[in-house]
Structure formats: structure tokens, C-alpha cells
């Protein structure tokens, strides 16, 4: 008979042969990518928790270490986030056979965050991607985008009111809070015709507070090792907590998608393509209710919610972040400023709004754009994970790798971009772009994995950054000089402040 001792002994030892024989298959893939990514070189890492001590909390501190040792590696290198490698990619040529190999999304990141944004085109993978990628491309198609930006003016112009009251006071403030409660306003307002006034309400709204939380708390999630096991996450205080605010953000996403709901049951269908045509224009989720595929199916519950989700994070967090960095970069150097001004002068100087057909008149205010999203990159950096062997810098790396593509270091070459640290809006002047290699500046990621927003992004941008610099002069506090914080996306992590000074 066996004792306690031998018993549990041989319950332990059955159960790691069920897990060993269940996941073979993932054991045998593990070690494959072990064996090949060892040969990568890799910065000298802690033997259990590889670089995940040295990587931490992604303040300004740590951003300066990862800019400081990116550049030592000429392709690629790897971080090991405790046995666990990931390829870090800071090379055009490599991203570009990682992309062009038909890459998908990785699983590991975005798998912690699918209680908040479900299995939205950000984390989806195969036909189901392509079919709902292929349903979505309406909804951003130039004839619907147009018809955005009124609502772009109208918004717009509500934060210009806020700021030219603070002109009174000769102080700076914290611009990126409002800038937040602008680009949701335009988000609420565009894609889901619903208006909540964001921008009047107080200083900050739920949705936009839950949301920063989100991506600090999946963060936190990631370098603490236990907590990549969600039988011990979702019992923890960080775990609760997260949970709570993806509750409360897939009841935000309901509200939406149920008010609308409602609102196109109670119109004629034909009725309301009529008003379609005479201006009322189709909105995002109008399209998500109604879009079909070839067989007749259109999307269900949960897919609507997942999409829902999705552009509301994508569509307000990544846009007030490049909002924020354009309008400091535009304080910090006023001779671009001026030059901005004057382009958006010659375009205000006889009526009170932009059209969608002055948006290819905003050149200059564009190269400002791009310049701040190359120095202060949006989403830092996005994940892939192979979906076939690949050949990088004549080393083997196997089918279903993790890749972190370094966006923010790609931007940064300095035999790409000489001076990278300078602000210099030049570097996107036609004949600057003609001769080089479009994967050198990819914010917006690149293939067919590419941002689906990228021209709704790029028209609101255009729009708001013109029109606060038509009226408004921008200056930088000396005293507040801002300092990054990468959570998913690139935010200021104390704000940035400016002083405004009234012009019109």
C-alpha cells in the first residue's frame, strides 16, 4: 500500500504527463525557438527572469536604456522575458520580410487583453480577420470619410473656446487631457452618431480614465510573471481591477451599439439610404449592423462588440497621443509653427471651417505630423508572430516566433536620419520621401496588417492641428517639460503643457 508521501508523488508526476504529452506539440515548438534564438545576440539578462527586471516600468528611464542599446544591434536582437524569447527588431530590411511574410498578429499579448478588445481586426487571425477586415473597409472609404469633417470643425472648435478662455490667465496647462476628451468627442460623434459632449463635461470622462488604466494594468501584467496564469490573475488585486474596467467599458460599447440599434429599427431602411444621399452620413457602427458577406451573414453580437471596442481604444488613445507630441513639437519650434499658420491662414482667411477638399493643401502641416509621430512614435512597437520559417540576417528563425517590431527605433537610424533627435520637417518633402524606403517610417504599420484607420487618423490630424494653430499661438513651459511612458501607446506621462496665447 503506498504511503500519503508516494501518492501525492505519483499524482504530481501522472499530472506533468498529461500537461507533457497534452502539449507535446507546443513543448517540441518551444525548444525549437529556444535553440535558434540563442544565437541571436542579446543583451546580459538575469538567468530566471531574463530582461523582464531591466525592462520594468516603461517610464522615460527605460525608454533612454532601450534607445541607448537598440542602435548596438545592427538587425535584430533578442529580450528574454523570463524563459520566454522574443526577436526585437530594429532594421527595415528584417521588418520587411516579417511583414511581407504574411505574419500574423501575435497570440501572447493580445490573449491578455481579449476580456477588453475581444477578437477585434488588432488581435484576430485568418478568415476570420480577412472576412471582417474585408467587411470593415467600407466604413473608411474617402465617400464616408468626407463626410466627417464637419463633425472634425464642430469639435474643433469647442476646444478652441476652452483655450482661448485660458489665454486670460498667462498660465500653462495640461493640454493632453483635453486633447483626450476631443479626439473621443470626434470618435462618439463620427463613428457611433452619438454626442455626449466630452469636452464640457469636467476634466476627464469615465471611458477615457478606464482606458488609460487598461493598458497600465496589462502592462504590470506582463512583467510580473505569476500573472501570466489566469487562474492566479484574476484573484488578485490588479486582476479584479482589470476585470472591473473591462466590464465597465464593454457596458460603455453595449449602450452604443444598442442606442443605435434602435435607431435604425425605428427608420426605414429605405428611408434612411435616402437621407444618405442627401448628407446624413453612414457611421461606423450603421456599417457594423448592416454589412453582409457573400454567403448573406453579417457580423454577430460579439464580433460588433469586439469592433466597437477596438476603434474606440485605436481611434481616441493613438490620436490624441500624436495630437499631443505634433502640438509640443509645433511650441518647442515656432519657426514650423509659423509656417503651419500661414498655410492654415491661406485656406481660414475668408471662412470659418476647413473642407475635405482643402485637406491636400495642408502639405506643410502634414510633413509636421509626420515628423512628430517618427520622433515620437505613436504605438512603439507592434507584435507578429511568424507563420512559416524565416531567414534573418542568415539565421534561422522558426514558424510561430514572437517579434516585437521596434517602431520607435526604426524611426530613429541615424544612417537613415541623420540628426534623428532634431525636429526637422523637411525630412518628408517630396523629393526627401522619393528615394527612400517607405519601411524606414511605418507609424502606421505596414502590409496587410495596416492600420484600417490610417486616413481617418490622418484627415483628423490635419484638421485639428491647423485650425488650433489658425487661431491659437503655442508655447512651451519651460518649467514642465513632458517625459514618455509607452503603455501600448506612446502618452506623456505627466501631460504636456503648454501656454496659449489668442490670435483670432
Known amino acids: 500500500m503506498l504511503s500519503w508521501i508516494e501518492a501525492i508523488f505519483t499524482i504530481v508526476i501522472a499530472f506533468i504527463v498529461i500537461i507533457v504529452i497534452r502539449n507535446r506539440g507546443d513543448i517540441i515548438q518551444y525548444f525549437r525557438i529556444w535553440k535558434s534564438l540563442r544565437k541571436f545576440p542579446s543583451p546580459p539578462s538575469h538567468w530566471l527572469m531574463g530582461h523582464l527586471l531591466q525592462l520594468g516600468k516603461p517610464d522615460e528611464a527605460c525608454i533612454q536604456m532601450l534607445e541607448k542599446r537598440c542602435p548596438s544591434y545592427d538587425t535584430c ?18 521588418a520587411k520580410d516579417i511583414i511581407k511574410a504574411s505574419s500574423p498578429k501575435g497570440s501572447w499579448f493580445y490573449k491578455l487583453a481579449t476580456p477588453w478588445l475581444g477578437h477585434g481586426l488588432i488581435a484576430e487571425n485568418g478568415p476570420r480577420w480577412a472576412r471582417n477586415r474585408r467587411l470593415l473597409t467600407s466604413a473608411f472609404h474617402y465617400d464616408i470619410l468626407k463626410n466627417y469633417v464637419r463633425i472634425y470643425n464642430d469639435c474643433i472648435d469647442t476646444i478652441i473656446t476652452k483655450w482661448k478662455a485660458r489665454d486670460d490667465k498667462g498660465e500653462s496647462f495640461d493640454t493632453y487631457e483635453d486633447l483626450k476628451l476631443l479626439t473621443l468627442d470626434v470618435i462618439l460623434q463620427t463613428a457611433f452618431s452619438i454626442k455626449l459632449d466630452c469636452q464640457t463635461i469636467g ?8 482606458s488609460r488604466q487598461l493598458t497600465r494594468l496589462l502592462l504590470e501584467r506582463v512583467h510580473f510573471l505569476p500573472y501570466s ?5 484574476r484573484w488578485s488585486p490588479s486582476g479584479k481591477k482589470f476585470l472591473k474596467l473591462c466590464h465597465y467599458v464593454n457596458q460603455f460599447s453595449d449602450e452604443i451599439i444598442s442606442r443605435r440599434k434602435e435607431t435604425l429599427m425605428n427608420n426605414n431602411i429605405n428611408q434612411q439610404s435616402s437621407q444618405n444621399r442627401r448628407g446624413k452620413h453612414m457611421d461606423f457602427v450603421d456599417i457594423l449592423l448592416q454589412t453582409r458577406d457573400e454567403d448573406g451573414y453579417g457580423l454577430n453580437v460579439q464580433e460588433i462588440r469586439d469592433e466597437v471596442n477596438t476603434f474606440m481604444f485605436a481611434g481616441h488613445d493613438t490620436t490624441s497621443s500624436a495630437l499631443a ?7 518647442k519650434y515656432p519657426q514650423h509653427q509659423d509656417k503651419v499658420r500661414e498655410e492654415a491662414d491661406g485656406i481660414l482667411c475668408d471662412k470659418d471651417n476647413i473642407d475635405y477638399d482643402d485637406l491636400q493643401k495642408l502639405n506643410y502641416t502634414h510633413m509636421c505630423i509626420k515628423e512628430a509621430m517618427r520622433i515620437y512614435t505613436p504605438v ?25 517590431l521596434q517602431l520607435h527605433t526604426l524611426c530613429r537610424r541615424s544612417e537613415v536620419w541623420p540628426n534623428p533627435y532634431q525636429y526637422d520637417p523637411q525630412r518628408f518633402t517630396a523629393e526627401n520621401i522619393q528615394n527612400r524606403d517607405p519601411y524606414h517610417y511605418i507609424p502606421f504599420s ?5 492600420c484600417i484607420g490610417k486616413n481617418f487618423a490622418t484627415d483628423e490630424l490635419k484638421i485639428v492641428v491647423a485650425k488650433l494653430v489658425h487661431h491659437l499661438q503655442l508655447e512651451i513651459d ?15 506621462d505627466k501631460g504636456i503643457w503648454l501656454k496659449i496665447k489668442r490670435l483670432k
Open 325 to 331: 507630441w505634433t502640438l509640443y513639437c509645433l511650441a
Open 229 to 233: 496564469f489566469d487562474c492566479i490573475y
Open 203 to 210: 476634466k476627464n470622462h469615465p471611458y477615457i480614465t478606464a
Open 446 to 450: 505596414a502590409g496587410q496588417r495596416n
Open 380 to 404: 512603439p512597437t507592434i507584435e507578429r508572430k511568424l507563420n512559416q520559417d524565416l531567414t534573418v540576417n542568415g539565421m534561422l528563425v522558426p514558424a510561430s516566433t514572437t517579434v516585437f
Open 77 to 94: 536582437f533578442v529580450h528574454w522575458f523570463s524563459i520566454f524569447p522574443v526577436l526585437c527588431c530594429n532594421n527595415s530590411d528584417a
Open 478 to 492: 519651460p518649467k514642465m517639460q513632458p517625459t514618455r511612458y509607452y503603455a501600448m501607446v506612446n502618452q506623456p
